[in-house]
């Protein structure tokens, strides 16, 4: 980022702290109007991505609550929870006497959102499904907290890693990757998902990218014809419980797939990609270490 | 003609239906495999790694095997609610019991049931459990005095549903493995290839349910001039609606074990068979277990092929199918008992 850029962002938060009893305007990222009689000291973050950048932008002081699934990183268990993303308790969310709330259309409840709403408590919604994305989203929880001048840190070096990894995979080809978000039914990324922009980077071509929906169920048979030459499961369970458990055994037996044949079928927790937060670069670079181990040796 | 005649002649008639739902099932899908391709992989003519011996041998045919499997026991445990009931509205899903199995089946998952064929028979002990304790509930409920009406056992049974369905809820609030939908994808009905060995199993246990309803079949006949009249008649009551009740709940435990609550194919068999073979459980506990595997075939060929390279529930196919004829015969046939 220029030094210009970065200026103007001091300036903008220098702005958003100074103005004493200034109502504030937004607009959030799905183009609604937030006003604000004052820039928030008590947010409530209903979206662990904006909880992992609130921590990152070191801006915690202002967030007096979280959900059930903000769980990283672990010093966010000081924070109270309201509940879980799709139902937190109202009542629990009003007694935290928040001045804003930050949820997401993509995971909460419209029906929660019009709740807040009709309680008069200012909500911000945000929605990320690029990488870019998760960069603007950065720098405007730095403005809503009052950290925009951490932000062009925390980007910097994001997109130092990020380019890192085009860099080193740059060289090589890019072979065929099927990414299994859920094994039974087969469900997978499709071109809405930033999953498929980041095999891409990774050096990967998603080959159900092509796919309309975000997270389309899929015919196994199709993925098969499409031949990948590499497989990366993700996996979900949790504790004991079985279901969303990645299962490599159960692919076994494709021997057409020249991944099986290859043995590159990787298997992982790979939750922090499914999020859109400062942790992004992580998941990346295990992304391409598996699509191009070659490239990291 | 002679019920044992008309008997092999539905059969037979049905078995080339099902052969020829069978074939074509296994010529189409979204990997677009031609025709001597596939016919190259049937006839082990094709290398076994092979794209057209992987698609057409591990994936379609075992998933036409289960289709088959869960159609036909769908339809038998239609037959067999029905013909214990004495209600011709009665039916796994409606009845609630598919909730009840499916609500096995999730709890079965988290105590981390899989995927070996030992584990497998848990989660289908699990789902029996739970089908059981369902239909227990729905009968109970709506036991009065003189009998079951139709209305109160359909009521019954969607009360029993929705507690069941909230059950489900609870427990995936609480392990969060429903992050990506894949358990509420699985709610809807998916058939999946399921490897040999529980594939043996789950014919094992659907054949097991199917061989106690069609040995009642005579006595459930009689139970249909009404529970008074069938003792007279030398049937013990209590004892044939046990063993069908436990059949029914086996059958449909198996099927949602293996494949997730699928919907209405009980409903919808066994009614198109009784317009053309008359009320006789003896021809239609047979014919359901052909007709419903030709239904759910039927209903799963489009599931893979409709949106491919994207795929359907395949429950939602059988509602989308089930639930208006549900509606047609409350509408003409059953007006007059409502």
């Known amino acids: 980022m220029s030094l210009r850029g970065l200026a103007l962002i001091v300036a903008a938060a220098a702005l958003l702290l100074a103005s004493p009893a200034g109502a504030l305007t937004l607009r959030d990222m799905l183009g609604r109007t937030v006003t604000l009689p004052a820039p928030p000291a008590r947010i409530v973050s209903l979206v662990p991505s904006v909880t992992e950048i609130v921590f990152s932008l070191g801006a915690e002081e202002r967030l007096v609550g979280r959900t059930d699934f903000c769980d990283y990183p672990p010093a966010v268990r000081t924070k109270p929870s309201v509940g879980g993303m799709v139902n937190p308790s109202l009542e629990t969310l009003v007694a935290l006497r928040p001045d804003l709330v930050i949820a997401t259309d993509e995971g909460n409840r419209e029906e929660t959102i019009r709740q807040l709403e009709r309680l008069g408590i200012p909500t911000y919604l945000v929605h990320a499904n690029r990488v870019a994305e998760t960069i603007e989203l950065i720098t405007r929880v730095g403005e809503l907290t009052g950290h925009a001048a951490d932000a062009p840190r925390l980007i910097g070096e994001m997109q130092r890693r990020i380019d890192a990894v085009r860099r080193a995979v740059a060289p090589f080809g890019r072979p065929r990757v099927l990414y299994v978000l859920w094994p039974d039914p087969l469900i997978v990324p499709g071109r809405a998902s930033m999953l498929t922009e980041l095999i891409e980077i990774a050096g990967g071509v998603s080959i159900t990218g092509g796919d309309g929906d975000a997270y389309p169920r899929f015919s196994l048979e199709a993925a098969v014809a499409r031949a990948p030459e590499v497989i990366i499961l993700a996996d979900h369970s949790t504790g004991s419980s079985t279901a969303g458990r990645s299962s490599p055994e159960k692919w076994q037996h494709l021997v057409s797939v020249p991944a099986i044949r290859a043995g590159r079928l990787h298997s992982a927790d790979l939750s922090i990609l499914h999020r859109y937060g400062p942790r992004v670069p992580d998941g990346l670079e295990t992304l391409a270490r598996m699509i191009h181990p070659e490239a990291f040796r | ?338």
Request: with cysteine; hydrophobic share 60%.
């Open chain 2, 1 to 338: 003609m002679s019920a044992a005649r008309r008997l092999l002649l539905a059969l037979g008639l049905l078995s080339v239906a099902l052969v020829a739902v069978a074939v074509v099932s296994l010529f189409v899908g979204s990997a677009g495999l031609s025709a001597p391709a596939v016919l190259r992989a049937l006839t082990g003519r094709a290398g076994a790694e092979s794209i057209e011996s992987v698609v057409t041998l591990q994936l379609r045919l075992p998933r036409v095997v289960a289709a088959v499997l869960a159609g036909g026991a769908l339809a038998v445990a239609g037959v067999a609610f029905q013909g214990l009931t004495r209600n011709p509205l009665a039916e796994p899903a409606v009845l609630g019991v598919s909730s009840g199995a499916a609500f096995g089946v999730i709890l079965a998952q988290i105590f981390g049931l899989g995927l070996s064929v030992l584990q497998a028979l848990g989660v289908a002990v699990f789902a029996f459990a739970g089908a059981l304790l369902a239909a227990a509930a729905v009968y109970l409920i709506a036991a009065v005095p003189g009998g079951l009406s139709i209305q109160t056992l359909l009521l019954s049974g969607v009360i029993v549903g929705i507690f069941f369905t909230s059950a489900i809820t609870v427990l995936i609030s609480i392990v969060d493995f429903n992050r990506l939908g894949g358990v509420v994808h699985w709610l809807l009905g998916n058939l999946a290839p399921i490897p040999p060995a529980s594939l043996a199993l789950f014919a094992l246990l659907a054949l097991a349910g199917f061989w106690l309803v069609l040995g009642s079949a005579r006595e459930l006949n009689l139970l249909a001039l009404g529970e008074e009249a069938a003792v007279q008649l030398g049937v013990d009551a209590a004892r044939l609606k046990r063993r069908v009740f436990v059949a029914a709940a086996l059958l449909t435990g198996t099927v949602v074990a293996f494949t997730g609550p699928i919907g209405f194919v009980g409903l919808v068999v066994p009614h198109m068979l009784r317009g053309v073979l008359g009320q006789d459980n003896r021809l239609l506990v047979p014919t359901a277990l052909v007709g419903g595997g030709i239904f759910l075939l039927v209903a799963d060929t489009l599931a893979r092929n409709v949106v491919a390279p994207a795929e359907l529930s395949v429950g939602v196919i059988t509602s989308f199918c089930g639930a208006p004829f549900f509606v047609y015969l409350l509408r003409t046939r059953y007006r007059a008992s409502l």
